[in-house]
């Protein structure tokens, strides 16, 4: 640094706060993103982005303040790690935005890899860096291969994220902010390398800088990072099953105040679907902020009724206790003295013989006679208990650590809730062992002739869905009900499963 002119010495040195601040910037947004960030592919992909850039900050930091020529070669040689890799990242994290991740990623950094050995190497051949000293470089033929191969990679990038602002109207502004924050560093650094304006130095921190700020708005203002609204609607977009959701995250009645329907119908035909959607989960999203307030007025609403109900229930059972201990001492107390009563004749009587067997069989028919009529005074006790098994897995649910959201209404057929009972904790096992989700929505309606019973999950979801054991149990449980069971899933995108239920095979077997 010695050979350099004062005046570029003097500059090169007011720089350093300049890169310091980038760095420090970038390492915040970074931990903010980890922090915030729903995990899933998106992240990943933008983490090892940034971190790149990080590492490119730091070799930059290093080589402006290195003293010696060699330490200066090294700080360069680690500032390419973060260089080198960086169009491939930036290509396979806006493939990530698009949805279409690539299952083999890794394949995209062999180029990297191998101009990596091509920098360590240069001092034998030279095709990297023709010169190399504190006042000037020179690059060699394999420098610009490497920067073709990385700005394709970056085009391309850029021109997916273009793609969804695009195809997706209302991300469009993400789009161009994403953009815009990806491509002000790499066109600087063009700019440099190709010597455009004849810079005297790298200001590659300070496009970064900007850069960041423009990342940073995006995130907040956007919502950039705010992923499941959007799981849920690319799995209720992708459903190709049988199913109309009238209540889906948002009550009908809500939706209604807000002058939205929320209406999809999905109904079979043969082997045709026909689709008709009223309002796309796109518009439902954009008013999730006033839609909130109002569920939360409704889960208060819904609070109290809940609470009544309860109140309700404890004097129903209150009052079949008091008939239940009225049967049974009817029953039981006309029942033993009868047989009291026999058994005292035959004593005395001193009966033997034919006449002693008719008298015992008198008595055997009285007790079969008791125990008939107590078993038929107990039978309204035994149809409630699914109903109630049901309760208690969602509790259990919830003590597992999920959030549960419920939208159903309440029915009276105990062969119902015993079908529902064994789909959900079915589905709940699956959750726990392969979803990774930290919320479950279970929705339960009745349409025109059948049940609708949908539970969807927030968890990782899946690219293909490869039935196992639960599934299959579930799927011969709809089957031996005459019932339609539904599965649907993307990555990132959560899990669905869906259950059509005829009506005339569950009608209602008491009431309250």
């Known amino acids: 640094m010695l050979d350099?002119?004062?005046?570029?010495?003097?500059?090169?040195?007011?720089?350093?706060?300049?890169?310091?601040?980038s760095l420090l910037l970038a390492i915040a947004f970074l931990v903010l993103v980890l922090?915030?960030?729903?995990?899933?592919?998106?992240?990943?992909?933008?983490?090892?982005?940034?971190?790149?850039?990080?590492?490119?900050?730091?070799?930059?930091?290093?080589?402006t303040v290195a003293p010696t020529l060699p330490l200066r070669w090294w700080s360069n040689v680690f500032y390419y790690i973060g260089i080198l890799p960086l169009g491939a990242s930036l290509f396979i994290f806006s493939r990530s935005i698009l949805g279409r991740g690539i299952k083999k990623w890794y394949l995209f950094y062999i180029p990297a890899i191998l101009f990596f050995i091509v920098l360590v190497t240069n001092p034998i051949h030279y095709q990297f860096y023709k010169k190399y000293t504190f006042a000037t470089d020179r690059f060699g033929?394999?420098?610009?291969?490497?920067?073709?191969?990385?700005?394709?990679?970056?085009?391309?990038?850029?021109?997916?994220?273009?793609?969804?602002?695009?195809?997706?109207?209302?991300?469009?502004?993400?789009?161009?902010?994403?953009?815009i924050g990806a491509s002000i560093p790499l066109i600087v650094n063009m700019n440099y390398i190709l010597d455009v304006y004849n810079p005297m130095y790298d200001i590659t921190p300070i496009a970064y800088n900007i850069s960041l700020i423009i990342l940073g708005f995006a995130a907040f203002k956007h919502d950039f990072f705010d992923f499941i609204p959007q799981a849920l609607a690319k799995s209720l977009n992708s459903l190709p099953g049988s199913i109309e959701l009238n209540n889906c995250k948002y009550g009908r009645d809500d939706i209604a105040e807000n002058k939205l329907?929320?209406?999809?119908?999905?109904?079979?035909?043969?082997?045709?679907?026909?689709?008709?959607?009223?309002?796309?989960?796109?518009?439902?999203?954009?008013?999730?902020?006033?839609?909130?307030?109002?569920i939360?007025?409704?889960?208060?609403?819904?609070e109290v009724i809940e609470k009544e109900r309860e109140e309700k229930l404890k004097g129903l059972i209150f009052k079949e206790r008091l008939r239940l201990s009225g049967e049974i001492h009817d029953i039981l107390g006309y029942s033993v003295s009868s047989i009291i009563s026999l058994l005292e004749i035959a004593r005395i009587k001193n009966l033997s013989g034919e006449k002693y067997k008719k008298h015992m069989q008198q008595i055997l028919s009285l007790s079969d006679e008791g125990v008939r009529k107590l078993k038929k005074s107990l039978i309204v006790n035994i149809k409630n208990s699914w109903k109630k098994e049901f309760q208690k897995l969602l509790w259990e649910i919830e003590d597992h650590g999920l959030k549960v959201t419920k939208h159903m209404e309440q029915y009276n057929s105990n062969q119902l809730y015993q079908l529902l009972y064994k789909i959900l904790r079915e589905a709940f096992t699956n959750i726990l062992k392969y979803s990774k989700a930290d919320e479950i929505t279970i929705i339960l309606t009745k349409l025109d002739d059948f049940y609708l019973f949908n539970i969807i999950d927030n968890g990782i979801g899946c690219k293909s869905i490869t039935p196992g054991t639960g599934m299959n149990n579930m799927k011969q449980r709809a089957k031996n009900s005459n019932s339609t069971i539904v599965f649907n899933s993307t990555v990132d995108a959560g899990f669905f499963i869906s259950l059509k239920i005829p009506i005339k095979n569950y009608i209602d077997e008491f009431s309250e």
């Open 4 to 21: 350099l002119p004062p005046y570029e010495r003097l500059f090169i040195f007011a720089l350093i706060p300049v890169h310091l601040l």
């Open 35 to 63: 922090i915030r960030a729903k995990d899933g592919d998106i992240k990943r992909s933008f983490i090892l982005f940034h971190s790149l850039i990080i590492i490119w900050l730091i070799g930059k930091i290093s080589k």
């Open 141 to 179: 033929s394999l420098f610009y291969i490497h920067f073709i191969i990385t700005y394709i990679f970056s085009l391309i990038g850029i021109i997916n994220l273009f793609v969804v602002g695009i195809r997706e109207r209302k991300e469009f502004k993400k789009s161009i902010s994403l953009i």
């Open 261 to 294: 329907s929320i209406v999809k119908k999905y109904r079979l035909e043969k082997e045709d679907i026909i689709i008709k959607r009223v309002v796309s989960i796109e518009d439902i999203i954009n008013k999730q902020n006033e839609l909130h307030s109002i």
């Open 296 to 302: 939360s007025k409704k889960k208060l609403a819904l």
